[in-house]
Structure formats: C-alpha cells, structure tokens
C-alpha cells in the first residue's frame, strides 16, 4: 500500500529557528506539491515540482521559505527564520502527471508547525 | 482562471440522511479533471474521485455518487444514508491539463452527521 510519507508529524520551535520538513513520495509518482493549511486560508499551495525540478513557486514566501528535491526519494520544505504567522499544517502530495494531466494524487498526513 | 465554488460552508444532517455536496468550477480550459477530497477530524486528506471533463457519466460508488454537469459547472457529491463516520471536511478540486496540472481548491465543506 503506496503512501506519501511525512516528517516530523509536529514540531514546536520559537520564533527566528530553522524548521526542515520532508517528505518521501511515492515511488513511480513524477510530481511532488507542498500545500499549506491555515483556517483563514484554508489549503495553498506553496510549490511543486516535476521530476525533481521546481515547476512553480509563486505561492511561497521567498525570503525564508525554500522547497528542494535533493533526490526522488526526498523533498524538503524549510522556513528559515521561522514566524508565529508559519503555524499551519503543511502538507505534502505526490502525484502522476501523464500526458499533460493529472492522473492522481495523494496527500502525506501532514506536519503541524506551531510557531511560537 | 480556474476557481472552484464549495458555496455550503457546514452542513449538519441526521444520520441516515442523504446529503448533497456542491461544488461549481471555472475555467477556460476544454480538458480538465475534478477531484474530491475527505478531510476527517484526524486531519488527513483522503482521495475519493478524479474525473475528467469527457466524462459526464454519474459515478456511484457505495454510498457515495458523484453528479457531474459540464452544462452548469458543477461535480456535486452526495452521500446516500450517512452515517457518522462522514463527518469531515470535503474539499472538491480542479486540474486543468497541458501545462498546469496544480490542483486548485474549493474552501471546503463541513459535514457533521449527527446520531
């Protein structure tokens, strides 16, 4: 049973630490989204990449947040230096882009960040 | 731009009731796919339906179908007989094909099934 697997699944830091989140895909999937999930604005997408490569990235604070696909197997998310206003559960999903379309997608089960 | 319309912020229905989800999309796009998504209080998000715009057979699958009408936008969702366990969050998607296959989100509605 292929799942997205997430890590830490939370993680409470101050103010001004560096926070790494990762997340393995599943294997055979070629597309990797970090999403973020606040009530205000419910889930954004931040970033996403096919086959490793950053594909877009409009949805990311540019200043501290940084997304890498260091190998297939491994994405990371960081926020460096974090912020109160970072709390949210981020969330990463593997999918399988054929053709030109979506064919599936999964999500991982989140990491809740809580920054205080 | 592709936008996606959940108008039910919370529903609440007695167990055993039939409910009905809505979701209306946009997009200028001819080849689309629109997804479904639970989010029960455990937090995960669970997959329950892709399909794609040339596809507009209704989709039943146990208690859940699916309504899809490109005529008015929408892929509405009901649930036949709920039972508590439906209690979640469901969030309906849309993908447009050939270059941007980023899901984009509706806000979500909250089902609560009560006993």
């Known amino acids: 049973d292929a799942r997205v697997t997430q890590t830490p699944r939370h993680k409470v830091t101050e103010m001004g630490q560096e926070v790494t989140m990762r997340c393995q895909p599943i294997?055979?999937?070629?597309?990797v989204f970090w999403y973020r999930q606040t009530m205000m604005q419910g889930l954004e997408l931040l970033a996403y990449?096919?086959?490793?490569?950053?594909?877009?990235d409009s949805g990311m604070p540019k200043d501290r947040f940084s997304a890498e696909m260091p190998d297939a197997t491994l994405a990371t998310l960081k926020i460096q230096p974090s912020e109160p206003r970072d709390s949210a559960v981020y969330f990463c999903?593997?999918?399988?882009?054929?053709?030109?379309?979506?064919?599936?997608?999964?999500f991982g089960p989140g990491t809740r960040l809580t920054v205080l | 731009a592709q936008k996606v319309t959940q108008a039910q912020t919370e529903i609440s229905v007695v167990e055993k009731e039939d409910v009905t989800l809505d979701c209306v999309y946009e997009?200028?796009?001819?080849?689309?796919?629109l997804f479904w998504y639970k989010q029960p209080p455990s937090g995960e998000l669970v997959f329950l339906i892709r399909?794609?715009?040339?596809?507009?057979q209704n989709e039943i699958s146990g208690r859940y179908s699916w309504n899809f009408q490109k005529s008015t936008s929408s892929f509405n969702f009901t649930i036949t007989a709920s039972q508590v366990v439906d209690s979640a969050v469901y969030f309906c998607a849309l993908s447009e094909a050939g270059g941007s296959e980023k899901l984009v989100f509706g806000k979500g509605t909250k089902l609560t099934v009560n006993p």
């Open positions: 399909r794609n715009s040339f596809d507009e």
């Open positions: 997009t200028r796009d001819t080849t689309y796919y």
């Open positions: 990449f096919r086959n490793r490569a950053p594909l877009d």
């Open positions: 294997l055979g999937h070629n597309t």
């Open positions: 999903a593997s999918g399988l882009v054929l053709g030109g379309a979506l064919d599936e997608q999964f």
